[in-house]
């Protein structure tokens, strides 16, 4: 069964994006490397996003080898500069 | 006892200070962040913050607690500002109290530096002359992993 993943995107990769948001749709067992290959090969824009962002899975900083689940929310995460 | 917490609006460093008064304690420290009005020889005439705001909540509180944890105090209060700043504004207060002052330079230094390598937050610099562009930060840690579906 295929899952829904929500993908946010924050400063330089929401430019990116063009959107601050995304629902996408990836196969059962997919990781979260998978979605970030899916986003990249959408062509244009996203394909200027890093192969390897950091993630972060449900608001904690994550692997991109991890697993998905239905209802996760990801987010790519731009060099952070924060203070 | 300790606060942690994203703010729309000014941050005022006279009450941050007051916040952490206690008087057993008999050092107080203030570090401010504060847009400074040029980078790299260039004008800059502000800095708009972004935040993951659910997520820098949850980090910046994590963060604190290890400050407290690690430096035994919990008289500590850091507000950081998101949204669009003009240059002298303060983009990030720190205050802490403890008993002696070392405890409180190492947790306020702590801080900040934790902030900057692990805050989900960017800043976009907009320049004098006109134009604007993200900084380019720090890469933050990767998680632990999820481990096995359950």
């Known amino acids: ?83 | 006892m300790a606060r942690a917490v994203l703010v729309r609006e000014p941050i005022d460093p006279a009450r941050l200070l007051a916040s952490v008064e206690d008087d057993a304690h008999g050092a107080a420290l203030l570090f401010l962040g504060v847009v400074r009005d040029h980078v790299a020889g260039r004008a800059v005439r502000g800095i708009r913050y972004e935040a993951y705001e659910e997520m820098a909540a949850d980090v910046l509180g994590a963060i604190v607690t290890e400050a407290c944890r690690l430096l035994g105090t919990d008289r500590i209060t850091v507000e950081h500002r998101v949204g669009a700043l003009a240059v002298g504004e303060v983009s990030l207060g720190i205050a802490v109290s403890s008993p002696h002052r070392a405890e409180a330079y190492d947790a306020s230094r702590y801080i900040i530096e934790e902030v900057k390598r692990r805050l989900p937050v960017w800043k976009q610099e907009r320049y004098a002359e006109g134009g604007e562009a993200w900084v380019e930060g720090a890469l933050p840690p990767a998680g632990p992993g999820r481990g096995p579906r359950p």
């Not at chain 1, 490397?33 to 996203?46: H, I, Q």
């Open chain 1, 1 to 83: 069964m295929p899952l829904i993943v929500r993908t946010l995107f924050f400063a330089a990769y929401r430019d990116l994006a063009g959107e601050p948001s995304a629902e996408v749709e990836l196969p059962d067992g997919a990781r979260v490397s998978d979605l970030v290959a899916c986003l990249r090969e959408r062509g244009g824009a996203f394909a200027r996003l890093p192969p390897r962002p950091a993630v972060a899975l449900n608001r904690c900083y994550a692997s991109l080898e991890d697993e998905l689940r239905a209802g996760d929310e990801v987010a790519l995460i731009p060099p952070v500069a924060g203070g």
